[in-house]
């Protein structure tokens, strides 16, 4: 039994993951290059036409400008590790992550005796998102190059504490059913940013607000959506092997 939950784990990761390659070349890899313009020091474009910047123009942007042009040949040429170019060592760093969190799902699942199912996967899946994406972005929203950020250690500790804390308020309020329990759950759900997060003592940066937020939004959703994918595909063989048993 313990080897089918893995077996289940580890390809419902590596098929999330997969996915989610997919989604972030197509919406937040376009944002993240657009970015490292203003990283690199490259001229300034009009803050006004980055107002409506889109991810089609900012692809097109990546390939024509001459700031980005040495980047693009060394990604051709080797890559950023190992020889691999960032499309594949993106593929490469997701399926690891994917099969690590699903791990991580199906050890929650385990734990609390409720098993993943088809019918129940979206839930699991919105649950995860909820604890590792939505609520540390809440108070260390995700960064594009070029932004301000915190000591990284500083981060880390409040990004690991909020992960601890949201996951245990989704016990406690979601499966336990004493009133007493429900209200530590909603103490420990707000009680990270009520302490608050790190933030830099300097916020100044050349990268556009509207830049910043459309990454927010494109990273959150490819979130969102491999968590779904993660929970769905990994309750679809959990309900095939129950029925095969």
Sequence with gaps: ??????????????IAGALQTAVQHAKVVPLILEAEK????APAHDHAA?????????????????????????EEE????????????????NLVTG???????????????????????VLWGAAAWLTFQLMPSVGLPPELPGF????????????????????AALYLIVLRKEPVAKAAGVVLL????????????DIASDVPAILAAEFAVATL????????????????????????A
Excluded: C
């Design 190 to 201: 707000f009680a990270p940013h009520v302490i608050g997060a790190p933030q830099p003592a």
């Design 99 to 121: 099969a690590g969190f699903s791990l991580l799902l199906m050890a929650a699942a385990v734990l609390t005796g409720r098993s993943i199912t088809l019918a129940n996967g």
């Design 50 to 74: 980055g107002l409506q910047l889109s991810l089609a123009s900012a692809a097109q942007a990546q390939e024509t400008t001459p700031d980005t042009a040495p980047v693009a040949a060394a």
């Design 148 to 167: 301000p950020a915190a000591a990284l250690f500083d981060r880390q500790v409040w990004w690991t504490g909020t992960v601890v804390a949201t996951a």
């Design 38 to 41: 203003y990283e690199d020091g």
């Design 221 to 244: 959703s490819a979130g969102l959506l491999f968590w779904i994918v993660l929970g769905l595909v990994m309750g679809a063989i959990n309900d095939r092997w129950a029925k095969t």
């Design 1 to 14: 039994m313990i080897v089918r939950y893995l077996l289940a784990a580890l390809v419902a990761g590596l």
């Design 78 to 93: 080797g890559g950023m590790l190992f020889g691999v170019n960032r499309t594949v060592g993106t593929l490469m760093a």
